[in-house]
DNA sequence: CGCCCTGTTGACCCATGTCAAAGGCTGTGG
DNA sequence: CCACAGCCTTTGACATGGGTCAACAGGGCG
């Protein structure tokens, strides 16, 4: 049953204009006629199966990509195997930010489903986006709200405990799925406990026991990676008072 | 002793092109000609006093800013009052990038001495940007890098144990003062154990036992806020192959 | 000169890591 | 369609790194 007509991972023509996720994607906030000379820009999909990586550190910078359909996380790894999972990334949203400073990517991009991103010639891009005011301003504010996450980030790790980063995790996945058309309350985690616990500094067998403590709490439903929220307000009110950790 | 002639504290005109931080700052790679250009651009000095603040989070956000001299920490803050230094910010780098992404300021930045700071009008600097090709790349890398840099930060919150965070500091302070022409073995921490604490995910007391320890074993010698390095390999020798801690 | 802020050190404790075992899901091959 | 293998997750028992609390010391500023 495999597909009859074999299709190029990279040779399928992306239009912007035609993209139902325009508004979470770089797209946002740039007039019709501004939207149809990005279709100029993004020049292919490729599809990426669960597991393989979209670039890897070391790699040579050329694109940054926006996601069409999938997930996935980046990380950075130690030379001794450490792993710091360093953001899941959803539909919409831009990856491989990292490599314009040096040229070379500095992390791991792995497809925690299979996947499909659109490439954005990083050369091209910078040229329309000096046509492209609104573009410009656009990417600009793309790059600086993953600075703004990363500052979050760093206080979850560096001020807050176990079941509140956890907490926090869950609101912001939420959230997310929320804003992509999905149920607020009930989703499905695309990443394993060891990866979540990753992101959050923590080991799996903690991110697992905080699971339990909040379901025994009555504040979530789990079920493997099938998480249901049942006090969203509940998991809220751990962020805060909550006595500093770590 | 006061200064007979009031000088305005936003009254001095900057010239990159006289600068002698050019390598380091905003103007780096940039050709003579272009540099001229960057001119037109920054507006103004502005002098910050020891704790004052440069923003806040909340505040409009306008320009960006270069450091002339002294330094800087940049935190975010908690409503329960917990809070975590983003980073710690020397001559020559620009801060205020997390207000592009929604007109405000999402952190606070604070002088760390009495500094002085280069006004870059955010709005005039895309206009430029769109202009001065090289200007507009060396922008992006600057956003890139720090990216780069808060990745690097989660790695060391989420994977690295007290001592290999403190190491982790040393080391990049020592080769942030080498950048800068001071000695690499020698120099003088402007922030506070908390501070540093803070930044690193640590409490004061943990910061402060690690130094004791480095010293113990001749890795550093410390005199409240003075560094000597005195086995730089030996830091480095903690970095890796650390059981995996936190 | 004295106060206050910063830093150091000790004793104790707790959150989270470590190690271990077992159960459930999923995918694959027979 | 079933059985097996491997991964993921959960849970328990125990260990420990770093937090907490407290006392004190040094240095700089008023």
Redesign the pocket.
């Known amino acids: 049953m495999k597909a009859t007509v074999p299709i190029s991972s990279a040779g399928l023509k992306t239009a912007c204009s035609q993209c139902n996720l325009q508004e979470l994607c770089l797209p946002f906030g740039l007039s019709e006629n501004d939207i149809d000379r990005l279709d100029e820009l993004v020049g292919t999909r490729r599809k990426i199966k669960r597991q393989q990586h979209l670039y890897r550190a070391g790699d040579l910078f050329e694109a940054i990509y926006a996601i069409r359909a999938g997930s996935f996380k980046t990380d950075v790894l130690l030379e001794d195997g450490r792993e710091q999972v360093t953001g899941f990334q959803m539909t919409g949203e831009i990856i491989g930010l990292d490599g314009i400073s040096t040229e070379f990517h500095t992390c791991n991009s792995i497809a925690l489903e299979d996947s499909e991103v659109c490439v954005i010639p990083y050369a091209k891009l910078e040229e329309l986006s000096r046509k492209v005011e609104g573009l410009q301003h656009q990417f600009h504010k793309v790059m600086s709200r993953e600075i703004v996450r990363d500052h979050g980030v760093m206080m979850l790790l560096g001020s807050m405990?176990?079941?509140e980063r956890l907490a926090a995790f869950l609101l912001n996945m939420s959230q997310r799925f929320t804003a992509r058309g999905f149920s607020s309350a009930e989703f499905h985690?695309r990443m394993?406990?060891?990866?979540i616990?990753s992101y959050l500094?923590?080991?799996?067998?903690?991110?697992?026991?905080a699971?339990?403590r909040f379901q025994d709490e009555g504040l979530i439903a789990?079920?493997?990676?099938h998480i249901r929220i049942l006090d969203g307000a509940g998991l809220k009110r751990l962020l805060q008072h909550q006595?500093?950790?770590?």
């Open positions: 405990r176990a079941e985690l394993t406990r060891e990866e616990g500094g923590l080991k799996l067998e903690t991110v697992s026991r699971f339990s789990v079920q493997q990676k006595p500093a950790g770590g």
